[in-house]
Nanobody, 123 residues
Framework: QVQLQESGPGLVKPSQTLSLTCTVS??????????WSWIRQPPGKGLEWMGV???????YYSPFLKSRTAISRDTSKNQFSLELSSVSPEDTAVYYC???????????????WGQGTQVTVSS
């Protein structure tokens, strides 16, 4: 059973960079073909896929967020991370990490999800 746990600050000031980490247990970031994604849900809105890092370390981002998003990983810690720069109140959302055994760039069809972490952008 794969378990994912998001961590990071719950409050970020406008124009700063949001940084979150997803710690994985019961599975490995390098398991072949697995994809590890970040998804968010703003209040009152649907899920929004942000980006993915593949089992071999390749990254792909939503075209709407690509200029502000970076996903990286630390295989020694079995963690992958999200950085979202130049945040505004519109980036306030619950942020989730999730995984599935094949490459995917959608918001819903994942086998395992973290519990989600609330991030509020406010001065």
């Amino acid at each position: 059973q794969v378990q994912l746990q998001e961590s990071g600050p719950g409050l970020v000031k406008p124009s700063q960079t949001l940084s979150l980490t997803c710690t994985v247990s019961g599975g490995s970031l390098t398991t072949r073909y697995h994809a590890w994604s970040w998804i968010r849900q703003p209040p009152g809105k649907g899920l929004e896929w942000m980006g993915v890092i593949s089992y071999d370390g390749n990254t792909y981002y939503s075209p709407f967020l690509k200029s502000r998003t970076a996903i990286s990983r630390d295989t020694s810690k079995n963690q992958f991370s999200l950085e979202l720069s130049s945040v505004s109140p519109e980036d306030t959302a619950v942020y989730y990490c999730a995984t599935r055994p094949t490459f995917y760039t959608g918001s819903y069809a994942y086998d395992y999800w973290g519990q989600g972490t609330q991030v509020t952008v406010s001065s």
